[in-house]
Each structure stands twice: as C-alpha cells, then as structure tokens.
Nanobody, 126 residues
Framework: QVQLVESGGGSVQTGGSLRLSCAASTYTYNVRYLGWFRQAPGKEREGVAAIDAGGVSTIYADSVKGRFTISLDNAKNTLYLQMNSLKLEDTAMYYC???????????????????WGQGTQVTVSS
C-alpha cells in the first residue's frame, strides 16, 4: 500500500505560481509512474502530468505544456508540480497518483491509477 499526501495548494491570482508536493509515506519500489490529475466541479478527472519512477520521462496535458513542470525527488520520496502562469481554468482539486503497471496514455486513463492522494485545492482568481 502506498500512501500519498499532497500539500501546497491555495489561492492565487491569474498569472501567479504555486508548487504542489506529494509525499509518499512508504517506499514506492513497485510504482512505475507518478502523476498529477485534477478535477473541477462538474467535470471529469483529467490527467495533468506524469513522470516515470526514475524521474526521466515526463508527459503533459496540452493545456499545461510550457506552464507546468513535474519533477521527482526519489531521495525524499516526493513528487512535485510547479505551476506557473496560472489561468482561471486551472482551478480544480489536484490529486497525486501512483501507478504500478505499464500504462499507455496514462493522462487519459485515471481508472488505471492504483493509488490516490486526498487532493489539494488550487483556486485561481482574476
């Protein structure tokens, strides 16, 4: 069992920045991918960014490319999401996710996630 705890959410104005963190409470040796998903009220959960367990390969949703950066510190068992140039449409609950197996198109497949964090709210206002 992998427990994920997010932090770093909050309220920010458009154009601002936030950094989300996700700490894993146990050793994640059986995890192949880590990622961030988000869900706005009335909308489906969508993938934002993901990274392999080695911290080498990354993928991003088109809506956040060039603005968000995902990174992984294996020494600290912590995943990060640096969010810059935030827009109103980035407002959502952000969830940390961990996946054990090989999954293609992970960002479009939240059902493939094995472990979820409890979420952290990001609110962007004008």
């Amino acid at each position: 069992q992998v427990q994920l705890v997010e932090s770093g959410g909050g309220s920010v104005q458009t154009g601002g920045s936030l950094r989300l963190s996700c700490a894993a409470s146990t050793y994640t040796y059986n995890v192949r991918y880590l990622g961030w998903f988000r869900q706005a009220p009335g909308k489906e959960r969508e993938g934002v960014a993901a990274i392999d367990a080695g911290g080498v390969s990354t993928i991003y949703a088109d809506s956040v490319k060039g603005r968000f950066t995902i990174s992984l510190d294996n020494a600290k068992n912590t995943l990060y999401l640096q969010m810059n140039s935030l827009k109103l449409e980035d407002t959502a609950m952000y969830y940390c996710a961990a996946v054990k197996g090989f999954v293609s198109a992970l960002l479009r497949r939240p059902a493939a996630v094995d472990y979820w964090g409890q979420g952290t709210q990001v609110t962007v206002s004008s």
